[in-house]
């Protein structure tokens, strides 16, 4: 890097940090969730935004133990990947399913891009908890359990202020988290409007994954869908009780636990 290149570059990276300064001090956490993650990212797991690091990446064995425990669901979940990339591959993005914990155990990327990607951390076996990698997509989205987009500068780390990601949780079938869904651009031509769309599109398909997964834990179940609920399903059998229920349906009928031990009629729901 020229001399240059690099002032420009200190000069970038103490910008980024003092406006997340600005903003924690002027207790901008209390009304902005992205500050809030910021908060987060400095105070509870004591990072800097100026930290030079590669993300953190799990050995080759350990990578292959977490996706021994998820095949089930990278399996189910694959025909979804396949597709969702095919609808946002040219616009220089990359598709990575995670585990609960952050770590990229699936992900569809354009060969000509993967460079750019792997240097950038967005790569399997690396872990992206906002513990480890501050406010970004997928950890952010863990923490608050909901999906979120963080474009370019609303990353804590500077490092990571040249991605725009935006990511969606996916739960089992008992409403436990178990996944999340991410698209992540290194396109500085990707704005918040194209974001904004692509969001969207994660969305769907995160919904779309987690019916797979409910479907195939209630294979002889009917399953009755509640239209007016984006995601809300319920497995009846042939007694008309039912024995699961997916995160949207417990959250609208107040349902807890395991149904398929304690099922309930369906005729009372």
Known sequence: MRLGEERVLLTEIRHHAARIEAALLAGEAARSPIAAS?????????????????VP??????????????????????????????????????????????VPLERRGNPGEDRDFERAGLWTGTIWSEREAGTNGIGTCIVEGRAVTIHRDQHFLTAHTGLSCTSAPIHDAEGRLTAVLDVSSANAACAEPVMALMAHSVQEAARRIEADLFRAQFPRARLVVLPEL??????????????????????HFGLKGDLARAPLPCADL
């Not at 910021?38 to 590669?54: C, D, I, N, V, Y």
């Not at 809300?232 to 229920?245: H, N, Q, R, S, Y």
């Open 38 to 54: 910021w908060s987060r990212s400095a105070r509870m797991h004591g990072l800097s935004p100026e930290t030079r690091r590669k």
């Open 230 to 251: 984006a995601g809300a399903l319920l497995a009846v059998d042939a007694d008309d009780l039912v024995i699961g229920a997916s995160r949207a349906a417990r959250s």
């Open 57 to 102: 990446r799990l050995t080759e064995g350990e990578l292959a133990a977490l996706r021994a425990a998820m095949e089930p669901t990278i399996r189910t979940a694959a025909p979804t990947l396949d597709r969702l990339f095919r609808a946002v591959a040219g616009l220089g993005t990359c598709v990575v399913l995670t585990d609960r914990n952050g």
